[in-house]
């Protein structure tokens, strides 16, 4: 098993361009979720999925989109990026259900916009 | 007011402490509390969980839950270079999806 995998693990933006992060994981869980993590602030929630084709908000969701139309695959997309954005995300999953202790991350991706 | 609060350190210690990593929350839904060690350029990986109340203890870590003072702790015993790291506690209520976490604290174990 590969885990949770994320693309590109570096990338450089100029504000206003679009991106999208690529999240993948291969254990058939149900859960999926990207997270944003700034010095000082710990990890925050950015958008979360249940299953395919339901997501939901987390704390801090503006300037972001997601869909989940695979079990497997959580793209994050960036629609015009703003120097706020610069960050370090991490995408996770785990199985339906409290197993909360069956969280994986991935490797994060550092983006920085300029 | 944070749901989570967490000093961040950093702390340093000499090889061989004892380690104590504490959070503090403010919504009494929680249920599932969690903590992760996150090395430098690395994504969190857990790390010990415990459900409601108590302690549990997993070889030289031990985490506590005091549900009456919304206070959890983790403690290290015998702290090795290998664990310097930042830990980050986590919380979750049972019927509620999100994970919240708190914003870490960076620990150095010296040799």
């Known amino acids: 098993n590969a885990g949770v995998t994320q693309t590109p693990k570096f990338q450089v933006l100029k504000t206003g361009q679009s991106m999208t992060l690529q999240c993948a994981q291969d254990?058939?869980?149900?859960?999926m979720s990207w997270y944003r993590q700034d010095p000082g602030m710990g990890l925050r929630l950015i958008h979360y999925?249940?299953?395919?084709?339901?997501?939901d908000q987390g704390e801090v969701p503006n300037g972001y989109n997601v869909s989940r139309s695979t079990t497997e695959d959580f793209p994050l997309r960036l629609l015009s990026a703003a120097p706020s954005q610069t960050s370090v995300y991490f995408c996770?999953?785990?199985?339906?259900?409290?197993?909360?202790?069956?969280?994986?991350f991935g490797p994060g991706t550092r983006l920085t916009v300029l | 007011q944070k749901e989570v609060e967490q000093d961040p350190g950093p702390l340093s210690v000499p090889e061989g402490a004892i380690v104590s990593l504490n959070c503090t929350y403010s919504?009494?839904?929680?249920?599932?509390f969690m903590w992760y060690r996150q090395y430098s350029r690395k994504g969190p990986e857990l790390l010990m969980y415990?459900?409601?109340?108590g302690n549990k203890e997993d070889g030289r870590f031990t985490a506590q839950v005091d549900k009456s003072s919304k206070y959890i702790s983790l403690f290290i015993r015998d702290s090795q270079p290998s664990d310097s790291a930042t830990y980050l506690c986590?919380?979750?209520?049972?019927?509620?999806?999100?994970?919240?976490f708190g914003p870490g604290t960076s620990l150095s174990v010296i040799p």
């Open positions: 999925s249940v299953g395919a084709g339901i997501t």
């Open positions: 254990m058939n869980h149900e859960y």
């Open positions: 996770a999953s785990r199985p339906g259900g409290g197993r909360v202790n069956e969280q994986f």
């Open positions: 415990t459900y409601s109340s």
């Open positions: 986590a919380m979750k209520e049972t019927s509620y999806d999100k994970v919240i």
């Open positions: 919504n009494s839904a929680f249920q599932y």
